[in-house]
């Protein structure tokens, strides 16, 4: 199912996602420095779902990994492709087939909450098949997730309107754009990856999980 609206949000908050939604210098590094730690050896080759403007990159590049960045905004990824060091940069939309043969990577990363906005009640499940098609037997997949802890967290947030018990819309204060999303439990997780992952969850800070895979041989 294509995003239309997610693209309209990450478009419309682009030019001003690292400095006003990234996270700082020092906690960015330290939540990579996890995620190389479930990531196999490098030079493998990862495929960074919704990439963005990129800021995770340069600590893959110098950790020697191979990465492949995709994502449904071509404003993000204008900025994403002007860094020093540019990676092959894919315009698609990761709830869709993806446009790479099978094996085609060593592992997969979904970093920052990308995976928070399925536009379907059961896209997160066909999405982690597509990516045991995509991830070589054997490989890694790592994402960072908002649990629905994060929705109590928030409270009062203007910018966040909870529609239901793991469900909201978050609206950008600047651009009026808005997206949905849908935070699962560390059970969910384990539920729809499914039986091709062989899956651990665990907190990370407050509100938030990371979700580590490996791809059944």
Not at 71 to 86: F, I, K, N, V
């Amino acid at each position: 199912m294509t995003d239309d609206a997610a693209r309209r949000f990450f478009d419309a908050i682009a030019g001003r996602y690292d400095r006003e939604y990234a996270l700082p210098t020092g906690e960015s590094r330290a939540r990579l420095e996890r995620v190389l730690g479930h990531l196999p050896p490098a030079p493998a080759r990862v495929l960074d779902l919704g990439v963005g403007t990129g800021r995770e990159l340069t600590t893959l590049l110098d950790a020697g990994y191979q990465p492949t960045g995709v994502d449904l905004s071509s404003e993000m990824l204008a900025r994403c492709g002007r860094r020093a060091r540019p990676v092959p940069l894919v315009l698609a939309d990761f709830w869709e087939p993806l446009p790479f043969d099978s094996g085609s990577f060593d592992a997969a990363v979904a970093l920052h909450g990308t995976l928070a906005h399925p536009p379907g009640a059961g896209d997160l499940a066909r999405l982690a098949e597509e990516l045991a098609r995509v991830v070589r037997p054997g490989g890694a997949f790592v994402a960072e997730v908002p649990s629905p802890t994060w929705l109590d967290r928030v409270g009062t947030d203007v910018r966040v309107q909870r529609s239901g018990g793991s469900s909201a819309t978050y609206s950008d204060p600047v651009t009026g754009a808005s997206i949905a999303m849908r935070l699962l439990a560390s059970g969910e997780w384990v539920a729809v990856m499914g039986a091709s992952w062989t899956t651990t969850v665990d907190p990370i800070g407050q509100g938030e999980l990371l979700v580590a895979a490996v791809r059944a041989r």
